[in-house]
C-alpha cells in the first residue's frame, strides 16, 4: 500500500507536467511560428515479485510477477509541422513553406525561427522587429549576382538611397519613309537617349532619298554641348512591296568632350533598329518605339519571390535583385533547444546548422507579405486536457484508497 501511494505520486507529478506542456501550447495558439509541444510518458520500475522460468521435463515454464512503481516523464518533442499560412500584405514579412528556419544573428551567434516578422531598420537592414536580431542571407553585388558560397552576411534595403540607371543599347524605330520622295528628300527626327550616367542625350536621325530606286540613306548629328563628335551611317534597302530588304541595323557611336562635369563611359555605342519601317505611298512619319535606357531612379520598394530573392523596385522603372535570404535546415529537428521569443539554438543533438538557399537541398520555399501561424490544433490540446485532467484525477484517486487502505489495517489493533 505504500507503494500505491508513491506510485500515484509519480502519476499526479507526470500529469501535472503534461497539464503545464498543454497550457504553454495553448496559450501560444496565436504565436507566429511557435511550434507545439508534447509530453510522452514511459514507466517508472517495476518491482520483480517472481521471476519467469523457462520450460523443463514435465515442467511447462512460467511467466514472471512485476509490480510498477510509477510513471516518469520520457520527453517533451516540438512538433515542427506546418503552420497556416496569413497573408499580411506587409513586404517584410515571411514565412517558409517546407523545411528550414531563418537565420537571425546578434552578439550571441546565430539563432533560427520560423517567425518571418521582418521589419527594416533605420540603416536599411532587414532584422527581426521584437528581438532586433539581423537576418542573414547573401547581398547581391551591383550588377545583381548573388554568389549562395559567399559567406551570411546581413540583409540590406536601403530604400531611398541606392540609386540605379542603364545606358541605351537599342533603339527600335517604327513608320513609314514616302515612297513618292524625290531624290534629296530628308526626314529628321530626333532620338532621345541615356549615357551611363542616365544622363539623356538628343541624337538627330536624318533619312535622306538616295537617287537609287529603294534606298534611303540616314546619318546621325547631335547639337548637344557636351558631344564632341557623333559617328553612325548607313543606307537602308526596301523591297518592292515596301519591307526592309537589307540595312535594318545601323550603329552609333558618340564620344564626349573633355572637361565636362560629368564623364560617361567614352565612347556611348548603341544600335539602332530599322527593321519595322516601311517604304509605302504615303506621308512620312518615323518615331521611336522603344529604347532600353533609364534615367537614374532611386529604389522606393520591393518584394520577395518564392526562392527567397528580394528584387528592388526603383522609381525609373527598373528592377533589380538586392540579395536572397538564407535558410537552415537540420539532421534533428527534435534536438532544438527553444531560446525564447519564437528562437531557436542548435545543439549537439540538432546537429550543425545546414545553410544555403531556399528550395534548394531540402529546404523550402519562402514567400512575401506572408506569416506561418502556430502549429497548435485547439480542438487536439482540449482533448488532451481532458484526458489528462481525468488522468490525474484517477492518480489522486490512488492515493486516496491507498490511505483508506492503510487506515483500516491501523484500525486492526483496536
Not at 55 to 61: A, D, I, Q, R
Not at 129 to 146: E, K, R
Not at 212 to 226: G, I, L
Amino acid at each position: 500500500m505504500g507503494s500505491a501511494i508513491f506510485t500515484g505520486v509519480t502519476g499526479l507529478q507526470v500529469h501535472q507536467r503534461r497539464i503545464d506542456v498543454i497550457a504553454a501550447n495553448i496559450a501560444n495558439v496565436n504565436t507566429t511560428g511557435y511550434r507545439g509541444s508534447r509530453a510522452l510518458f514511459q514507466d517508472l520500475f517495476s518491482q520483480t515479485l517472481q521471476g519467469p522460468s523457462a520450460p523443463l521435463g514435465t515442467f511447462g515454464g512460467r511467466n514472471g510477477s512485476q509490480v510498477g512503481l510509477g510513471v516518469r516523464l520520457g520527453v517533451i518533442d516540438i512538433d515542427f509541422t506546418q503552420g497556416t499560412l496569413l497573408n499580411t500584405g506587409v513586404a517584410s514579412d515571411l514565412a517558409i513553406q517546407g523545411n528550414g528556419f531563418f537565420i537571425l544573428s546578434g552578439g550571441g551567434g546565430n539563432f533560427y525561427t520560423r517567425d518571418g516578422s521582418f521589419t527594416i531598420n533605420a540603416n536599411g537592414e532587414l532584422v527581426d522587429s521584437a528581438t532586433g536580431l539581423f537576418v542573414q542571407g547573401f547581398q547581391a553585388d551591383a550588377t545583381g549576382t548573388i554568389d549562395p558560397n559567399a559567406p551570411l552576411t546581413n540583409i540590406s534595403i536601403p530604400l531611398g538611397t541606392t540609386s540605379i540607371v542603364r545606358a541605351t543599347t537599342l533603339v527600335s524605330l517604327v513608320g513609314n519613309l514616302n515612297s513618292s520622295s524625290a531624290a534629296g528628300d530628308t526626314v529628321v527626327r530626333n532620338v532621345q537617349v541615356f549615357d551611363s550616367l542616365g544622363t539623356a542625350r538628343d541624337i538627330e536621325v536624318t533619312f535622306t532619298k538616295s537617287a537609287t530606286t529603294n534606298e534611303w540613306d540616314w546619318t546621325a548629328t547631335s547639337s548637344d554641348p557636351d558631344i564632341d563628335t557623333v559617328t553612325g551611317a548607313g543606307t537602308i534597302v526596301f523591297d518592292t512591296d515596301g519591307t526592309v530588304l537589307s540595312g535594318g541595323l545601323g550603329n552609333i557611336s558618340v564620344t564626349f568632350l573633355g572637361g565636362i562635369p560629368a564623364a560617361p563611359i567614352d565612347p556611348f555605342v548603341f544600335d539602332l533598329d530599322f527593321g519595322d519601317l516601311s517604304q509605302l505611298d504615303s506621308e512620312s512619319d518615323v518615331s521611336i518605339s522603344n529604347q532600353d535606357g533609364y534615367p537614374r531612379g532611386t529604389l522606393e520598394a520591393f518584394n520577395i519571390g518564392a526562392n527567397g530573392v528580394l528584387n528592388g523596385v526603383f522609381s525609373n522603372g527598373l528592377t533589380q535583385v538586392l540579395g536572397q535570404v538564407a535558410l537552415a535546415t537540420f539532421a534533428n529537428n527534435g534536438g532544438l533547444v527553444r531560446d525564447g521569443s519564437n528562437l531557436f539554438r542548435e545543439s549537439p543533438g540538432s546537429g550543425i546548422a545546414q545553410i544555403g538557399t531556399p528550395s534548394t537541398g531540402g529546404r523550402g520555399q519562402v514567400s512575401g507579405g506572408v506569416l506561418e501561424g502556430s502549429n497548435v490544433d485547439l480542438g487536439t490540446e482540449f482533448s488532451n486536457l481532458i484526458v489528462t485532467q481525468r488522468g490525474f484525477q484517477a492518480n489522486a484517486r490512488t492515493i486516496t484508497t491507498a490511505d483508506t487502505l492503510l487506515q483500516e489495517t491501523v484500525n486492526l489493533v483496536r
